[in-house]
């Protein structure tokens, strides 16, 4: 895939997810998935996620709740190699449909049709489940986004207790993808550009949210799933 396109999708991967918390990677794996399979996509993208996130976590550690990002990264990481075990052996047009229902559901939560509220004390199992949905279609902030709203968690506290739950998932899944041989040299050269630029995409988007409102950061939450249910669609297709 051409340096460009790798810097433009990497730069508003970071962008978005440090505006409004959570929707870049499934952005990224989304506009990635258009040029190649889910499963490729997903092993490409996963590093560079890893280290957006990390570079999150570490702006922000101050910011995170421990309370909640070790249970669930304690579930979360076997969670996610078990589901990019899973990957390796899925069809790609059942990766691409799983693609499509759960951007859908995560529009449908943003519009207030469905509204999960997973118990907080089940953060060890929540963690198994969304580390394997993170693995199988990178659209885990949808039950990660509900698990943090249910914690009473906002603002810097959300984006920053994101990034830490998010690098457990990351991990889980990298090493199962690596062990199913999606992971190649050419697919670290690519991370590594896209990692560069999430890097300068999260710098950008910190400047920005904080002159942002709540408000403004919700719609700009709605409008990035509206466009991961048009891509999904059109990848279906």
């Given at each position: 895939?051409?340096?460009?396109?790798?810097?433009?999708?990497?730069?508003?991967?970071?962008?978005?997810?440090?505006?409004?918390?959570?929707?870049?990677?499934?952005?990224?794996?989304?506009?990635?998935?258009?040029?190649?399979?889910?499963?490729?996509?997903?092993?490409?993208?996963?590093?560079?996620?890893?280290?957006?996130?990390?570079?999150?976590?570490?702006?922000?550690?101050?910011d995170v709740d421990r309370r909640f990002a070790a249970p669930f990264a304690l579930?979360?990481?076997?969670?996610?190699?078990?589901?990019?075990?899973?990957?390796?052996?899925?069809?790609?047009?059942?990766?691409?449909?799983?693609?499509?229902?759960?951007s859908g559901l995560a529009l449908a939560r943003a519009l207030g049709w469905w509204?999960?509220?997973?118990?907080?004390?089940?953060?060890?199992?929540?963690?198994?489940?969304?580390?394997?949905?993170?693995?199988?279609?990178?659209?885990?902030?949808?039950?990660?986004?509900?698990?943090?709203?249910?914690?009473?968690?906002?603002?810097?506290?959300?984006?920053?207790t994101a990034a830490a739950a998010a690098v457990a998932m990351h991990v889980g899944?990298?090493?199962?993808?690596?062990?199913?041989?999606?992971?190649?040299?050419?697919?670290?050269?690519?991370?590594?550009?896209?990692?560069?630029?999430?890097?300068?995409?999260?710098?950008?988007?910190?400047?920005?949210?904080?002159?942002?409102?709540?408000?403004?950061?919700?719609?700009?939450?709605?409008?990035?799933?509206?466009?991961?249910?048009?891509?999904?669609?059109?990848?279906?297709?």
């Open positions: 895939m051409e340096i460009g396109l790798l810097l433009l999708l990497g730069w508003v991967a970071g962008w978005l997810t440090t505006v409004a918390g959570l929707g870049g990677g499934v952005f990224l794996i989304l506009a990635l998935s258009l040029r190649m399979s889910p499963a490729e996509a997903l092993a490409l993208s996963s590093p560079a996620l890893l280290i957006g996130n990390l570079h999150r976590w570490a702006l922000g550690r101050g579930g979360a990481l076997p969670g996610s190699a078990l589901g990019g075990l899973l990957v390796v052996a899925m069809p790609p047009a059942v990766l691409q449909l799983l693609l499509v229902l759960t509204l999960p509220r997973p118990p907080a004390a089940a953060l060890v199992p929540a963690g198994a489940a969304i580390g394997a949905m993170a693995a199988t279609t990178g659209s885990a902030g949808l039950a990660l986004g509900a698990l943090l709203q249910s914690a009473g968690l906002t603002g810097a506290a959300y984006v920053a899944r990298i090493a199962a993808y690596g062990l199913g041989g999606l992971v190649t040299g050419e697919t670290v050269v690519a991370s590594a550009v896209l990692a560069l630029a999430i890097l300068a995409g999260n710098l950008a988007g910190g400047g920005f949210r904080k002159r942002l409102s709540a408000r403004a950061s919700g719609r700009i939450e709605l409008g990035v799933l509206f466009a991961c249910v048009a891509l999904a669609l059109v990848g279906l297709a």
